[in-house]
């Protein structure tokens, strides 16, 4: 350290004083808090508004897939009693157990909680529902005291009360929180003996989630294939004929989704435009009309087509940046107009298709309207599933695993891309 | 620098015109034949073009921006097809081959330098591209990068260099492959002026050390006089003169260039008397003045004479006693360390310049002095009107 600089700090040891003695961090970082909050101040209502809006609905909803107080509320005793039985054993619980069960219930019916709890326990085995409705009226008319032993009394009311297997279902799922609804997401289920898959006839969520990663990736290659010669053009083209086309390409996100997607209906069925087209020009017979709607051709046709713009923004964004004195250079180097495109304008457009594939995948992989409509049975999603639980089996907690996992699966998608591209590698503009 | 002496006086030899003068009685390397180009079937951009090239020569194209200058050097490239006439290069007609296959280097305004690849893999490109195996390509990449004093950044990202530096990989690109004719679209237009004087001279060093033909398009007349062997000046779609740097200057060939090239003084008028190498311009203020005859013929025509402003001499001590003489107001004095500047007002012109050296002799005028300028007729040059 020379003479002067020595003078500036004579304690070059301890932490950097400023003037008034305080270190000088300290003092920075109280003189940055204003502007800190500042900024905190101006993005607040909208982060409030995010948090209220979103984060908590979701959180509380991915929480649905694991909650499992239903249980232990409603029949407090009965699961108190019930962790001592060994399921294993092949026999029935003791009259202890059947007693607390019938002042649970009792407490349960007069609540009206007792069906809930059969719907609950009817996702892990069915036929509880109607057991736990078609008993509650009985049991409600029995004394907790004066008419025990109830154990033969409730195997009167309903068989399933003799049957090992029910109460093993409700010791199963007595915790108050459950892996069950994942399991249930993956196609298989809790026992007595622990996870196992579920019967080969209730096995569908695996095939859904399979052909929605394998149709999205399809969708993507076909945005990419599509897209990238009309990306080309419009970074290409002279300015009046781009903006031409630019309002072709976006006009689509004018156009409702629902109108898009009935529109393909139109254009797909075995009556359709394409089907008579073809038909007319006598390349398929009238009795041979292709199957392209309500099966995974008719999901991917109005899906790449619906997505397509997302494709195309990011990748003519990127290709605007590419100056066209590259390819020149590439040529005036020797290289012909194939190597000059592959060694030189390809490689700088990647950013653009690694922008356009993640969104377009992430997209297509939660898609949900287009599915349903053109996809029939074959064609459907797992969003399509989830979909369902939502609104019509009110399975909410599987709901939620199949979303949470669903979430799951782009985060780490996500996270294999940045691994293997590199996130930073992706412009949007 | 390590260039050889007998390059050195080669190329001063050259410099002085001797070399080209014996050059050009060889075959033509380039050569525009009649070339017309336009671009909208409305107007042409370049107005029959003609121009021949001997091998070795630093030809610089300078013209203002739209003066059809790029649009010359794109078609020599092959980026852009002549609407009429011929291209030659080395004898042979090159309108019908591709860029790639004209082996031509070129050096771009922005370099661009392909920014995914190192300064090594863009050095390597036009060589991989000819199927040069890899030991001979890496020897080479090696050499050119040596070549512009960059050796050690071969593994660098362009977008890692600064200006200069990634104009020298530019040049050794261009370079790399060995081509004859290199094309130089302003490649120092990005640069400083401190690295744009140092850059200048490496390209001239480069280009006569190995012997390249090199074509160079600029609109910066100091870079074009203190590089080329001869300057073309754009103007209009048309050459308006081609010659070595030094005749450009002193010898413009009419008022454009006099007026493009340099600092130069105007005034207007009517031949009255010529004779040979002398003639007497009546200016519009009816003062007379002597001139070179050069776009004029004969009495009455309309000139402009041009005279460069250290041609003006207003020392009365130093000028002919026969010369005719201007009355001078002086506006202005400015002063520029090694140069004195004046503005006068001389027959009506209020921006007539003067420069004078800053020697310990020199005469200081005052703003609002009245003197007498003259110059000697030779000086004076009566072009187009």
Redesign the interface.
Same mark, same amino acid.
């Given at each position: 350290m020379s003479d002067a600089t020595q003078q500036d700090a004579p304690q070059s040891n301890g932490p950097v004083l400023a003037a008034d003695g305080t270190p000088l961090k300290q003092s920075l970082a109280r003189s940055l808090r204003r502007q800190k909050l500042r900024a905190l101040i101006l993005i607040a209502p909208l982060l409030l508004f995010v948090i209220l809006s979103f984060l908590v609905p979701i959180a509380s909803m991915l929480f649905r897939s694991v909650e499992n107080g239903i249980v232990e509320e409603t029949l407090p005793e009965t699961v108190a009693e019930l962790a001592s039985w060994d399921a294993t054993s092949g026999e029935l619980p003791p009259e202890e157990v059947y007693a607390a069960f019938v002042r649970d219930m009792v407490v349960a019916v007069d609540e009206k909680t007792h069906t809930r709890l059969g719907s609950r326990l009817n996702y892990e085995e069915t036929g509880m529902s109607s057991m736990f409705r078609r008993s509650g009226r009985a049991i409600k008319k029995l004394d907790p005291v004066e008419d025990a032993p109830f154990k033969e009394k409730l195997i009167d009311i309903h068989d399933g009360w003799g049957e090992v297997k029910t109460w093993a279902t409700i010791q199963t799922h007595s915790g108050k929180y459950t892996d069950g609804y994942f399991l249930n997401a993956v196609d298989m289920q809790r026992t007595a003996e622990g996870p196992e898959m579920q019967p080969e006839n209730k096995r569908i969520l695996l095939t859904l989630f399979g052909r929605t990663l394998k149709m999205s990736l399809i969708i993507t290659g076909f945005c990419i294939l599509l897209s990238y010669p009309v990306a080309w053009l419009l970074a290409n083209l002279p300015m009046r004929i781009s903006n031409l086309l630019m309002i072709l390409v976006l006009l689509p996100f004018w156009t409702s989704l629902l109108v898009r997607t009935s529109a393909w209906k139109v254009m797909l069925q075995q009556q359709g435009v394409i089907n008579d087209t073809l038909v007319w020009l006598g390349l398929v017979a009238d009795d041979a009309r292709l199957v392209i709607i309500n099966n995974q051709i008719g999901t991917i046709v109005a899906m790449t087509h619906i997505l397509l713009p997302f494709m195309i923004l990011p990748m003519y964004s990127v290709m605007q940046t590419i100056?066209p004195?590259?390819l020149?250079?590439?040529?005036?180097?020797?290289? !012909?107009?194939w !190597?000059?495109f592959w060694?030189?304008y390809f490689?700088?457009s990647i950013p653009g298709i690694g922008a356009g594939s993640i969104l377009v995948f992430i997209l297509a992989i939660g898609y949900y309207i287009t599915p349903e409509i053109v996809g029939g049975t074959k064609g459907v999603f797992i969003s399509n599933r989830i979909a369902y639980h939502i609104s019509s089996s009110l399975n909410w907690g599987l709901a939620a695993a199949l979303g949470t996992i669903l979430l799951a699966v782009v985060l780490i998608l996500y996270w294999a891309y940045d691994k293997i591209v590199g996130i930073d590698n992706v412009k949007l503009g | 620098m390590d260039f050889n002496k007998t390059a050195q006086q080669k190329w001063l030899k050259r410099k002085q015109g001797g070399l080209v003068a014996k050059l050009s009685n060889d075959a033509a390397f380039v050569e525009f034949k009649r070339v017309q180009k336009s671009y909208d079937g409305e107007n042409l951009v370049v107005k029959d073009l003609n121009l021949s090239m001997p091998k070795g020569e630093f030809l610089t194209m300078l013209g203002p921006s739209g003066s059809g200058k790029t649009t010359c050097l794109m078609m020599l490239a092959g980026f852009e097809t002549a609407t009429h006439g011929d291209i030659l290069l080395d004898g042979q007609s090159i309108n019908n081959i591709p860029p790639h296959k004209r082996g031509i280097g070129m050096v771009f305004q922005n370099y661009a330098l392909f920014p995914h690849m190192t300064v090594a893999e863009n050095l390597a490109f036009p060589l991989e591209v000819r199927k040069i195996g890899k030991s001979e390509r890496e020897k080479k990449v090696m050499r050119a990068l040596d070549m512009v004093q960059m050796g050690e950044f071969g593994g660098r990202r362009p977008a890692q260099l600064s200006g200069g530096q990634q104009q020298r990989i530019a040049l050794a690109r261009a370079l790399v492959f060995e081509p004859e004719l290199v094309l130089m679209d302003e490649p120092l237009g990005a640069l400083d002026k401190q690295l744009r004087e140092h850059m200048q001279f490496e390209i001239t060093r480069l280009a006569h050390e190995l012997g390249i033909t090199t074509v160079y398009v600029t609109h910066d007349q100091t870079e074009a006089l203190t590089m080329s062997d001869r300057v073309a000046v754009f103007d209009d779609g048309r050459i308006q003169q081609l010659a070595p740097p030094d005749e450009l200057y002193e010898a413009p060939g009419n008022s454009f260039v006099a007026q493009f090239i340099g600092e130069n003084n105007t005034l207007e008028g009517v031949v009255t008397k010529i004779s040979g190498n002398h003639c007497v311009v009546t200016l519009d203020n009816g003062e007379e003045i002597d001139a070179m005859p050069v776009n004029v013929t004969h009495a009455g025509e309309r000139t402009k004479v041009s005279i460069r402003p250290e041609r003006v001499e207003f020392n009365k001590e130093r000028l002919h006693e026969d010369a005719h003489t201007l009355k001078a107001e002086v506006k202005e004095f400015i002063y520029m360390g090694d140069i004195f500047r004046f503005r006068l007002s001389v027959a009506g012109n209020d921006d007539f310049i003067v420069k004078t050296r800053n020697a310990p002799d020199a005469v200081k005028l005052k703003p609002g002095e009245i003197i007498n300028i003259g110059w000697l007729a030779e000086d004076c040059r009566a072009l187009d009107a």
């Open positions: 100056q004195t590259y020149r250079a590439a040529k005036s180097l020797g290289a !012909t107009n !190597t000059a060694r030189v490689p700088q | -």
